[in-house]
């Protein structure tokens, strides 16, 4: 039977000075988007570049469609399309010169596609790179990573100095990138709005570590922050929450099930979490 699963990361870990990427553990179905979030330097482009098979001395097993990243990363990467924070064009080229180039790295790639994606995002075909804006670059970014048909995005930052016209825009090109239901997408992004209306499930992570990984629904239907006074706060058992936070007049009280928690307290204010709510609780707040 065909592996349904795109992407598998399995223990996955990495040492720097001051950093460590412990067992982490990633696995994306096909056709769905998984939204990867954590503050700066929890791990996210270090589990990336991974993937990538631009870092190596890693322990721990990558699979990318059922193929082990080191030992099969020529076919791998034939097939994954990525966006990492940092431009990896030299400056000097045009989007003319890309395509040139790409035709012959890619077999799948599509010349008339790049182009209809270049008029799409209003890109200079014969403009420096040098000259672009952070936003048009980054849109450049997007058309070269989609344009030979990948079956893979990973993406870090894509939607990062984009306009929110722009960045809607890209968000269609990526949920129309997943209709077939064989193609994946493995979203790093800070801007969890985007992820609040796309991604299919959420891995947080955080110092290394992955904390959570659900999918969007569970999280953002289930997942709630109850809002109570100091009096109240006290009467809750410490095992019905996840973290909590004190502000001058009242407490934010992470819990896992809303329904659950309303069963057993006569406590009314639960509010709905975003995803941004959820980090900061999580991160900063207190057990």
Not at 87 to 110: A, G, Q, R, V
Request: include cysteine.
């Amino acid at each position: 039977m065909e592996n349904e699963n795109i992407l598998e990361v399995k223990n996955l870990c990495k040492r720097y000075k001051g950093f460590e990427l412990q067992n982490v553990n990633i696995t994306l179905p096909k056709g769905m988007i998984m939204g990867f979030i954590g503050e700066n330097g929890a791990g996210k482009t270090t589990t990336i570049k991974a993937i990538l098979d631009i870092i190596k001395d890693y322990t721990g097993e990558i699979k990318v469609f059922g193929l082990d990243n080191r030992k099969d990363d020529k076919k791998i990467k034939e097939n994954i399309g990525a966006v990492l924070d940092d431009m990896f064009f030299p400056e000097i080229l045009t989007p003319n010169d890309i395509n040139s180039i790409m035709k012959y790295i890619y077999k799948n790639w599509d010349s008339e596609l790049y182009f209809k994606y270049l008029t799409d995002f209003a890109l200079p075909n014969n403009k420096a790179i040098k000259t672009l804006s952070k936003g048009m670059r980054k849109k450049l970014e997007i058309a070269t990573a989609i344009s030979h048909h990948p079956k893979l995005l990973i993406l870090d930052e894509p939607t990062a100095g984009l306009d929110p016209i722009a960045r809607n825009e890209v968000i269609d090109i990526f949920q129309n990138f997943i209709q077939n239901e064989e193609c994946s997408i493995l979203l790093s992004s800070h801007i969890t709005t985007d992820l609040e209306h796309i991604a299919d499930y959420i891995t947080f992570i955080n110092n290394g570590n992955i904390i959570l990984s659900k999918t969007r629904e569970e999280l953002l239907e289930d997942y709630g922050i109850v809002k109570c006074s100091k009096e109240e706060f006290e009467k809750i058992d410490k095992n019905d929450f996840i973290k909590y936070k004190k502000s001058k007049y009242e407490y934010e009280v992470l819990v896992e099930s809303k329904k659950a928690f309303k069963r057993k307290y006569a406590i009314n204010t639960i509010d709905k979490i975003t995803l941004e709510e959820l980090m900061v609780l999580m991160i900063k707040g207190e057990k």
